[in-house]
């Protein structure tokens, strides 16, 4: 599976657009970028995923370089209950079995403030 | 909205007692999984299972046990509980095949081996 990295955690205000940035330069060309974000004393939240398109969905949104090196989740308007840690994630699609496994990292944290 | 609930939040062991976590959802998934969330550590699979009676081994399945029965319920199972299983415990389902990244995660069960 292609590596991730991200930011430890940056912080934006309520209401405006929270862009969170994810490294996956060893991405190959099957494999997909996926989103979780997991609030304080709650299970993961599936967000949204995407391949080579730009994505969007009631959500957020994704961008996704031409170059598929990197991705940035949006979301467009934050608000105080979108405070949490966001997990980016990179695995090929179709695999089946216990490799269907969610490999979580440290994931960013985003603090949205009043 | 799919939805996946769990049997306890919090739950208080004694070491060596045998301990039960339920996990039912509902938008008829075929997969199920278990993973525990340690500080440090991150989301590790414990079972996955593909289908009724059907069941895979993940990450760290030794001291734990999973039935599967029906489709909407997977149960794990620490025969024999120890302090070292004290962790948070999270469900998740999805369908089988290419979604299978999007799994959906229960609540969580904070359980803890005294």
């Known amino acids: 599976d292609a590596k991730t990295t991200q930011p430890t955690s940056m912080d934006c205000a309520e209401g405006r657009a929270a862009n969170l940035p994810c490294n996956h330069s060893?991405?190959?060309?099957?494999?997909?970028v996926y989103w979780y974000r997991q609030i304080h004393s709650q299970g993961p939240q599936y967000i949204i995923h995407?391949?080579?398109n730009n994505e969007t969905n009631e959500m957020a949104s994704l961008i996704i370089t031409e170059d598929r090196k990197s991705s940035t989740l949006i979301l467009p308007h934050a608000t105080l209950r979108d405070t949490a840690v966001y997990y980016c994630i990179v695995r090929l699609r179709s695999l089946r079995g216990a490799n269907s496994k969610l490999t979580f990292g440290k994931g960013i944290t985003l603090s949205v403030r009043p | 909205d799919v939805k996946v609930t769990q049997s306890s939040r919090y739950l208080v062991k004694r070491t060596g007692e045998k301990v039960f976590l339920e996990c039912v959802q509902d938008?008829?998934?075929?997969?199920m999984f278990w993973y525990r969330q340690d500080p440090g550590l991150g989301l590790r699979l414990i079972y996955f299972s593909y289908d009724v009676k059907m069941k895979e081994k993940g990450d760290i399945p030794e001291g734990y046990s999973v039935s599967r029965e029906k489709k909407e319920r997977f149960s794990l199972i620490l025969e024999s509980a120890s302090t070292n299983q004290t962790s948070m415990y999270l469900c998740?389902?999805?369908?089988?095949?290419?979604?299978?990244?999007?799994?959906?995660f229960g609540p969580g069960t904070r359980l803890t081996v005294t």
């Open positions: 998740a389902s999805s369908f089988r095949g290419p979604n299978s990244y999007e799994q959906y």
């Open positions: 938008m008829d998934h075929e997969n």
């Open positions: 060893t991405i190959s060309g099957n494999e997909y």
């Open positions: 995407g391949l080579k």
